[in-house]
């Protein structure tokens, strides 16, 4: 079966410092997506980062970066500056063909 | 932006009850789709649909049908509610750009079932 992991349920940062998100998946397609969503408490669902399985370079969006080591089929999120608002749960997920597959979630704190 | 809107933010049924829960997008998306988020377990897919009135299981569509009448309209059934099925339900669009598909959620239902 195809599955994503992510290894940490819980994470902690200090405001303005940095923090990565784990997440690693399984396949045997070559061809697939890969997101990191958002879920802040009590809000809405939302898509902060992806990246397409044949480019090499990683996907940036602002303060958020992706590491994606495809031999590994690592696709690690990293925060910069971490900011109060970054504080929720954190989804990754990979698509390939029409499956679409989620993480259990790591749920980030943000220290003040 | 995107709008994925559900019904009820939450919602307190009987076991037994028939549980009508709704999703409207207002992107012309062609896909929706009907998760269950639990703790420890992520989201699993419950049943997704490519256009109206088609309809294809997930991974857990036991005990859940849905209907798609009209394009913007997506609503999961629980034809008799089982606490078991208390859950946090998410329902998501989704739009192809630039070969990728991305999935957009609505705000959810907490649905409690005593």
């Known amino acids: 079966a195809q599955t994503v992991t992510q290894s940490q349920p819980e994470m902690s940062v200090q405001e303005a410092e940095t923090v990565t998100l784990s997440c690693t998946y399984d396949t045997s397609e070559s061809d697939y997506y890969l997101f990191w969503y958002k879920q802040p408490p009590s809000r809405q669902m939302i898509l902060v980062i992806r990246?397409?399985?044949?480019?090499?370079q990683n996907a940036t969006e602002n303060r958020f970066s992706v590491n994606f080591q495809k031999a590994a089929k690592s696709f690690s999120l990293k925060i910069s500056d971490s900011q109060l608002g970054d504080a929720a749960m954190y989804f990754c997920a990979y698509r390939i063909n029409n499956d679409m597959r989620f993480g259990a979630g790591t749920r980030l704190t943000v220290k003040p | 932006d995107v709008k994925v809107t559900q019904s009820s933010r939450y919602l307190v049924k009987r076991t037994g009850e028939k549980v009508f829960l709704e999703c409207v997008q207002d992107m012309d998306h062609e896909n929706m789709f009907w998760y269950r988020q639990d703790p420890g377990l992520g989201l699993r897919l419950i049943y997704f649909s490519y256009d109206v009135k088609m309809k294809e299981k997930g991974d857990i569509p036991e005990g859940y049908s849905v209907s798609r009448e009209k394009k913007e309209r997506f609503s999961l059934i629980l034809e008799s509610a089982s606490t078991n099925q208390t859950s946090m339900y998410l329902c998501?669009?989704?739009?192809?750009?630039?070969?990728?598909?991305?999935?957009?959620f609505g705000p959810g239902t907490r649905l409690l079932v005593l």
């Open positions: 990246q397409e399985a044949y480019k090499q």
């Open positions: 998501a669009s989704s739009l192809r750009q630039g070969g990728i598909e991305t999935q957009y």
